[in-house]
């Protein structure tokens, strides 16, 4: 199994571009979330799914959508890129609603 | 509003020593709280969690103490080691709808 992945590892935009984060998951987990990390912060969450075609809003989900399409793909779209959106971003599966995560390997994103 | 609060920010200990870092909470429904350990440049991973029916949990030379009427949990590492150079995270969450909330996360640094 390769676990949880996400694509790309890094990635600078200009502000107003758009893009997609991508996440995949082969666990055939129900759960998954997306965090960004800033230094000081910790882990925030932008948006969680409990299952495929469900999708709800966390703490900072401001300028991103998601969709939860297939059991296995999460992805994660800017549609007007910020510079306040530099962060590191981190996705999240789980088998079970508020139990262990199995994190993905991040995004690192800069927003000029 | 920050649901977990984490102390201290860095930790330097000398290796053979005892870490401990602290969490505190504020909403009640949480019901399970997990410490991740993050090296530089990667995920999250899931070091040891604990439900509020214990008041500890120990795998290895790391433990969890939770006090229930204090709404407060720590990580003890034991016999710290260079390799537990780490950042460590905090977090709690309810088994409805997957929402975990994050400390802010303490850097620890083990010296030989």
């Known amino acids: 199994n390769a676990g949880v992945t996400q694509t790309p590892k890094f990635q600078v935009l200009k502000t107003g571009q758009s893009m997609t984060l991508q996440c995949a998951q082969d666990?055939?987990?129900?759960?998954m979330s997306w965090y960004r990390q800033d230094p000081g912060m910790g882990l925030r969450l932008i948006h969680y799914?409990?299952?495929?075609?469900?999708?709800d809003q966390g703490e900072v989900p401001n300028g991103y959508n998601v969709s939860r399409s297939t059991t296995e793909d999460f992805p994660l779209r800017l549609l007007s890129a910020a510079p306040s959106q530099t962060s590191v971003y981190f996705c999240a599966s789980s088998p079970f609603s508020g139990e262990t995560q199995y994190f993905g390997p991040g995004t690192r994103l800069l927003v000029l | 509003q920050q649901q977990v609060k984490q102390s201290p920010q860095s930790l330097i200990v000398q290796k053979g020593g005892i870490s401990i870092i602290n969490c505190a909470y504020e909403?009640?429904?949480?019901?399970?709280f997990p410490w991740y350990q993050q090296f530089p440049g990667k995920g999250p991973a899931l070091l040891i969690a604990?439900?509020?029916?214990?008041s500890e949990k120990k795998e290895g030379r790391f433990t969890i103490s939770f006090n229930k009427s204090a709404k407060q949990f720590s990580l003890h590492i034991m016999d710290s080691q260079p390799g537990d150079s780490a950042t460590y995270f905090c977090?709690?969450?309810?088994?409805?709808?997957?929402?975990?909330?994050f400390g802010t996360g303490t850097s620890l640094t083990v010296i030989p």
């Open positions: 604990i439900r509020p029916d214990v």
């Open positions: 666990m055939n987990h129900e759960y």
């Open positions: 799914s409990v299952g495929a075609g469900i999708t």
């Open positions: 909403n009640t429904a949480f019901d399970y």
């Open positions: 977090a709690a969450s309810r088994n409805t709808g997957n929402q975990f909330y």
